[in-house]
């Protein structure tokens, strides 16, 4: 099934509510043919002449949806690849790792999202097959990363 760029970044942008709603300076979310196509640095979407350098096999390459997300004024900032063949589930998670990630660093580790009465924070992990954010120290599920009704 094809991911559409808006259903990314919708996702994206929950999952940044989630972690204190940080400033957002760039959030880019593209459909790509090729999801581990070469990327230059910053996120800039390779033209056809880089394409045709990257000479695989039809089976390695796998459409999808790459993010970057800058929360830095510089610009700085990072990604992921989203191939379309994951389940929906997993790329959650993936999305909600990277996402923490990022916001980690551009806080200087603030907890996000909170683990209610413990000092570490809550950890994406699947329960059931649904995205959540668990606690990593007794596996208690505290909240799904998707609210009900999302749509995909
Ligand atoms: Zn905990």
């Not at 992921?80 to 200087?108: C, F, I, K, N, Y």
Request: hydrophobic letters at 35%.
């Amino acid at each position: 099934m094809k991911r559409s760029a808006d259903t990314v970044r919708k996702w994206s942008e929950i999952i940044l509510g989630q972690l204190g709603n940080p400033r957002v300076f760039a959030l880019n979310v593209d459909e790509v043919d090729d999801v581990n196509a070469l990327i230059l640095d910053s996120g800039t979407v390779p033209g056809p002449t880089l394409r045709t350098l990257s000479e695989k096999a039809p089976e390695d390459i796998r459409s999808g949806v790459r993010t970057f997300v800058s929360l830095h004024p510089s610009g700085c900032g990072s990604g992921v690849r989203l191939p379309d063949s994951l389940p929906e589930h997993q790329v959650v998670l993936m999305l909600a790792e990277q996402l923490q990630e990022e916001v980690w660093e551009s806080t200087g580790g603030e907890p996000v999202p909170a683990c209610p009465g413990h000092q570490h924070p809550a950890k994406a992990d699947s329960a059931n097959e649904v995205p959540s954010w668990v606690c990593p120290r007794d596996g208690h599920v505290l909240r799904p990363i998707l609210p009900a009704g999302t749509p995909e």
